[in-house]
């Protein structure tokens, strides 16, 4: 058992990580709501098959009572529809503010239980059981919860910390290549902003095959640096902000493609590189930085450039939560490693575009 700590005063929660821990899950969720009466499983059309009957029985054989809510896997989910679907299984349910909510799945199904439980009588507690490589070292830790508008990408949400992360490793060997991928741009990220040596580690691993042989202290790196920005800043307005490497210009390109050709990784792994080439030219960040994220990107599978209009680009800054009146925070490099917060005019930004 690995296990980590997100102590934020009076939130605190551990986050578990050990192959088999699903078949644990309703111990481990009682250890920590030991008055809770139900559960409501969120789930997905993907994850549902595979796991659910697993987190039910042991959620059973722990004094559980359960409910599975299932929605259609994919981001089109994380909307307001579901959310109100999501609301009504709990009063269906009979939820009350001593139960919980336990997201079973990617960021898709964690982001829609967490704020519908952030939401639903005011607030009933959570636990996260990630499925994907993404959810697990990324979304599934630090408490923001959203759905998407229209508008864009997680436009309406909160924060609001989960009582328990349960990370089974095992549950990755089911997933597609191009969902591990996907997960991978998020745990580049983190060797980006943080890590240098953790960045040469994982070009050491060359492919998925070398990242799964040392997944559990991968997962412990990444999320050991998502609690300490977290517990910094657990409401984004500083220090946090640099784990949006990538994403302000990622989010243009997942809006510019409605969220259909481009997966969440692929967007931000082209939005580093991106951002990358806009440091370098700024004189900001160590020339060849970009060439090197580049170069992990594509052994990855992951694309290293988007194609995107000046009108998305435009609506992505505008639309962007770190922004403040005409100015952006984007997020540079130095070098790899270390993480360049930078304040810009958005216009400024926009021109360099």
Same mark, same amino acid.
């Given at each position: 058992?690995?296990?980590?700590?997100?102590?934020? !005063?009076?939130?605190?929660?551990?986050?578990?990580? %050990?192959?088999?821990?699903?078949?644990?899950?309703?111990?481990?969720?009682?250890?920590?709501?030991?008055?809770?009466?139900?559960?409501?499983?969120?789930?997905?059309?993907?994850?549902?098959?595979?796991?659910?009957?697993?987190?039910?029985?042991?959620?059973?054989?722990?004094?559980? %009572? &359960?409910?599975?809510? &299932? *929605?259609?896997?994919?981001?089109?989910?994380?909307?307001?529809?579901?959310?109100?679907?999501?609301?009504? @299984?709990?009063?269906?349910?009979?939820?009350?503010?001593?139960?919980?909510? =336990?997201?079973?799945?990617?960021?898709?199904?964690?982001?829609?239980?967490?704020?519908?439980?952030?939401? =639903?009588?005011?607030?009933?507690?959570? *636990? %996260? =059981?990630?499925?994907?490589?993404?959810?697990?070292?990324?979304?599934?830790?630090?408490g923001k919860v959203a759905?998407?508008? @229209?508008?864009?990408?997680?436009?309406?949400?909160?924060?609001?910390? !989960?009582?328990?992360?349960?990370?089974?490793?095992?549950?990755?060997?089911?997933?597609?290549?191009? &969902?591990?991928?996907?997960?991978?741009?998020?745990?580049?990220?983190?060797?980006?902003?943080?890590?240098?040596?953790?960045?040469?580690?994982?070009?050491?691993?060359?492919?998925?095959?070398?990242?799964?042989?040392?997944?559990?202290?991968?997962?412990?790196?990444?999320?050991?640096?998502?609690?300490?920005?977290?517990?910094?800043?657990?409401?984004d307005t500083g220090a946090?902000?640099?784990?949006?490497?990538?994403?302000?210009?990622?989010?243009?390109?997942?809006?510019?493609?409605?969220?259909?050709?481009?997966?969440?990784?692929?967007?931000?792994?082209?939005?580093?590189?991106?951002?990358?080439?806009?440091?370098?030219?700024?004189?900001?960040?160590?020339?060849?930085?970009?060439? %090197?994220?580049?170069?992990?990107? &594509?052994?990855?599978?992951?694309?290293?450039?988007?194609?995107?209009?000046?009108?998305?680009?435009?609506? @992505?800054?505008?639309?962007?939560?770190?922004?403040?009146?005409?100015?952006?925070?984007?997020?540079?490099?130095?070098?790899?490693?270390?993480?360049?917060?930078?304040?810009?005019?958005?216009?400024?930004?926009?021109?360099?575009?």
């Open positions: 058992m690995r296990k980590l700590t997100v102590e934020l !005063p009076g939130r605190a929660y551990d986050i578990l990580i %050990q192959p088999g821990l699903l078949a644990e899950a309703g111990a481990r969720c009682r250890a920590v709501l030991p008055r809770a009466a139900r559960a409501l499983v969120v789930t997905d059309s993907n994850v549902a098959p595979l796991y659910a009957a697993t987190v039910l029985e042991s959620l059973a054989a722990a004094g559980w %009572q &359960t409910r599975l809510f &299932t *929605i259609p896997a994919g981001e089109p989910s994380k909307c307001a529809r579901q959310l109100e679907a999501v609301w009504d @299984a709990c009063m269906e349910f009979g939820l009350t503010r001593s139960d919980a909510v =336990i997201a079973l799945g990617g960021g898709v199904v964690g982001d829609l239980a967490g704020f519908a439980a952030a939401t =639903i009588l005011r607030g009933v507690a959570y *636990i %996260q =059981i990630p499925t994907t490589l993404l959810a697990q070292v990324d979304s599934s830790v630090g759905i998407d508008l @229209a508008a864009g990408k997680n436009l309406a949400g909160a924060f609001w910390q !989960p009582r328990l992360v349960l990370m089974d490793p095992e549950v990755l060997s089911t997933l597609s290549d191009e &969902t591990f991928s996907d997960g991978m741009a998020e745990v580049i990220k983190y060797g980006c902003i943080f890590d240098r040596a953790f960045f040469d580690r994982l070009a050491a691993c060359a492919d998925r095959a070398g990242v799964m042989a040392e997944i559990e202290d991968v997962l412990v790196t990444c999320c050991s640096c998502k609690a300490r920005v977290v517990c910094a800043d657990e409401r946090r902000m640099v784990l949006n490497f990538g994403h302000t210009l990622g989010h243009a390109y997942e809006r510019a493609y409605h969220y259909e050709t481009y997966t969440h990784g692929q967007a931000v792994a082209a939005g580093m590189c991106l951002a990358a080439r806009l440091g370098e030219q700024l004189g900001l960040t160590e020339p060849g930085t970009a060439d %090197q994220i580049a170069a992990l990107c &594509t052994a990855f599978h992951l694309p290293v450039a988007i194609a995107c209009s000046r009108e998305d680009y435009a609506l @992505a800054v505008g639309l962007d939560k770190k922004g403040t009146g005409e100015e952006i925070t984007v997020i540079f490099l130095c070098a790899l490693g270390e993480a360049l917060p930078t304040k810009m005019d958005k216009r400024e930004l926009l021109k360099l575009l």
